[in-house]
């Protein structure tokens, strides 16, 4: 049975924390922030990820799953895992001042042959001259990096799905840590041959991602200017089925904007190293600038058609469903409907209530941001009915249900429920009008 501590509890660190307790580890969640720690050991799980808060109440009944502000706790530990965050600096580069932090505060209590992998994401170089330079003056410890590739409302099951990558400072850190995941989770691990290695693969996963959502944006753009009727889903799925090389064409789908602590911060990360080290890098930029401008170019579609119809903006109701940056999570972490609030508002539109049962309330307020805690009190007489995340209860929410409520003839607008062609119909017949992005 391997002891584990995991430093840092948030969305990545509870989630890791808690499968592994569920695979026997023993675990300590350690972290500075006592009111966290607080909540966890109640039992409450403010990180609103699914499955998580049960996971967390079985695991803590087992004994097996224990919470802390003492990192002396990792003394005990076979593996510590670094989890803390590592946001954007003014420059734009990675702030690793809490990869520093947890660095220190741990190495005064690790011993000979402790394995401690970092998790969280840095610009290559970090794991080694930072993490692994400062706790070896203190013991003989393996040192390798991992990088976080888990996607927020699946984390559960795709922690224990995915192939996980490993890049040790060592051949003998590398086997260490090859071993830990394989006998705790049974995955595939994926070793490259060094920490830089594995560090770029992180930064790597994002860029694609973020490009790949841009090019999305950009032919969704291309579709809504276009004088034909064209649904920019229709051509995605049209384009994906050419086959290249070993895969097929993978063009991901368009939404309302991208949002969260990763794919927001991390091409700007790639952007600043090549910069630092004199590499002009133009892909980073050109995809932060496309899809950071999409909350505005929904808000302007929006605008669009209410003027188009010949209504008096400051006059209309705008229900939005959704806060959070993505399906069926409740984080806020830099959400792109914050923006489109925004620029809805300097549009001119009067009243926009918003709703997401996903989202905590503290959360909304931090944003400030007031939640209509009742659905159907957001969706009445709402002259337009805005989907900005595909939450299960939206999902669920039928064209019958949405006509019954909201005002005659409201405009239906899709940022991310990708309502299907069938749907769209019933919405028409029933007297509503539908724009999506791209359709």
């Avoid at 041959?193 to 992180?202: L, R, Y």
Wanted: proline share 5%; hydrophobic share 45%.
């Amino acid at each position: 049975m391997w002891k584990v501590a995991v430093v840092g509890t948030g969305f990545i660190g509870s989630t890791i924390a808690f499968v592994l307790a569920s695979k026997g580890c023993c675990v300590d969640a350690i972290d500075i922030n006592e009111r966290r720690i607080a909540a966890f050991e109640r039992g409450d799980c403010p990180i609103k990820e699914p499955g998580l808060a049960e996971l967390l109440r079985e695991q803590k009944a087992t004994g097996r799953l224990r919470f802390s502000s003492d990192f002396s706790r990792v003394a005990t530990a076979d593996v510590i895992l670094v989890t803390v965050g590592t946001p954007l600096a003014e420059d734009f580069s990675p702030d690793i001042s809490h990869i520093r932090s947890a660095t220190d505060a741990i190495a005064p209590h690790v011993h000979d042959g402790q394995l401690v992998m970092v998790k969280s994401t840095v610009p290559p170089g970090i794991t080694r001259t930072v993490v692994a330079e400062r706790l070896r003056r203190f013991a003989d410890v393996h040192v390798a990096f991992s990088p976080e590739r888990l996607a927020e409302g699946s984390a559960i099951r795709e922690l224990q799905s995915l192939p996980i990558v490993v890049g040790g400072l060592d051949p003998q850190s590398s086997a260490v840590a090859e071993a830990f995941w394989q006998q705790t989770l049974g995955v595939d691990v994926i070793v490259v041959s060094s920490p830089e290695a594995a560090e770029m693969v992180k930064l790597a996963d994002n860029l694609w991602i973020d490009l790949n959502i841009a090019l999305a944006h950009d032919l969704a753009k291309l579709c809504d200017a276009l004088p034909y009727d064209l649904d920019v889903l229709e051509v995605i799925a049209g384009a994906n089925s050419l086959k290249k090389g070993q895969h097929y064409v993978n063009i991901l789908t368009p939404s309302n904007g991208v949002g969260g602590y990763c794919l927001t911060k991390d091409p700007w990360f790639v952007h600043s190293l090549g910069a630092r080290h004199g590499a002009d890098l133009l892909t980073p930029k050109t995809s932060r600038t496309i899809n950071a401008g999409m909350p505005a170019y929904c808000a302007l579609q929006i605008a669009q058609w209410a003027r188009r119809h010949d209504r008096v903006l400051a006059n209309l109701q705008l229900a939005v469903l959704g806060l959070a940056f993505k399906t069926n999570s409740g984080d806020v972490r830099l959400t792109p409907v914050k923006p489109l609030l925004d620029a809805l508002r300097s549009e001119g539109f009067g009243t926009v209530r918003v709703h997401d049962p996903m989202v905590l309330k503290e959360d909304a307020d931090g944003w400030g941001v007031e939640l209509n805690p009742s659905i159907d009190d957001t969706l009445r007489n709402a002259d337009g009915v805005i989907f900005l995340v595909a939450h299960d209860e939206f999902r669920s929410l039928s064209p019958a249900h949405i006509a019954k409520l909201a005002a005659p003839g409201a405009l239906v607008f899709d940022g991310r429920r990708y309502f299907d062609r069938s749907e769209i119909a019933e919405l028409q017949n029933l007297g509503l009008a539908y724009k999506g992005v791209g359709r």
